[in-house]
């Protein structure tokens, strides 16, 4: 059982370049989220998939796209990376039974020049 | 506007000393609380998760507390170790008609030396 994965560990892009960072669940929840974080912003949402099918705006989704590929899968894709979007990315699910407590991969430390 | 603010900032404590971590949060309406700890470079991992009933939840040398009425909750950690040290972020949780959300503190970030 190994949670919330999460690859790559690290990127580095040259600006205007595209790139896909996948994430996978094996706890067989209906929820993900792909969020940011940045020094002294804390984590912030991008975007969320509530079920298979489905995919929801979060706090700050400018500049990026999801795919809820399948239940396992939850993939989020930068079009043309910005320096703005240098951060860490972390994929996270929940399970409604569990009060929603989400359990968050390990992150992906992504480095845009 | 829903916001969870946590203090202090930081914190440098001496291994086997207690501390106390502050969240004071305006989100409505309430639905639970969470502490979440993150080590450096991974992922962040629940501590306790606290509902509007609960107004004490310990894990091990961790114990939250909250206060409904004033909307303050503290994460007391006991006879510090030195794995202790990582960022501690507070969580509230809000579900409402237009859906359900969460609101992430900024984070204490705890350092503690030998």
């Known amino acids: 059982n190994a949670g919330v994965t999460q690859t790559p560990k690290f990127q580095v892009l040259k600006t205007g370049q595209s790139m896909t960072l996948q994430c996978a669940q094996d706890?067989?929840?209906?929820?993900m989220y792909w969020y940011r974080q940045d020094p002294g912003m804390g984590l912030r949402l991008i975007y969320y998939?509530?079920?298979?099918?489905?995919?929801d705006k979060g706090e700050v989704p400018n500049g990026y796209n999801v795919s809820r590929l399948n239940k396992r899968e939850f993939s989020l894709r930068l079009e043309s990376a910005a320096p703005s979007q240098t951060s860490v990315y972390f994929c996270?699910?929940?399970?409604?039974?569990?009060?929603?407590?989400?359990?968050f991969g390990p992150g992906t430390r992504l480095t845009v020049t | 506007k829903n916001q969870v603010e946590q203090s202090p900032q930081s914190l440098i404590i001496l291994e086997g000393k207690n501390c106390t971590l502050q969240?004071?949060?305006?989100?409505?309406?309430?639905?639970?609380l969470r502490w979440y700890k993150q080590d450096t470079g991974r992922g962040p991992v629940s501590l306790t998760i606290m509902t509007f009933s609960e107004n004490t939840k310990s894990n091990g040398r961790y114990t939250a507390t909250l206060d409904a009425d004033t909307k303050q909750s503290s994460l007391h950690i006991t006879a510090s170790q030195l794995s202790d040290s990582a960022s501690y972020i507070c969580v509230v949780s809000s579900n409402s008609n237009s859906g359900y959300a969460l609101n992430f503190g900024k984070g204490t970030s705890l350092l503690v030396t030998p």
């Open positions: 969240c004071n949060y305006t989100v409505s309406p309430f639905s639970n």
């Open positions: 996270a699910s929940s399970a409604p039974r569990t009060a929603y407590e989400q359990y």
């Open positions: 706890m067989n929840h209906n929820s």
């Open positions: 998939s509530a079920s298979e099918g489905t995919t």
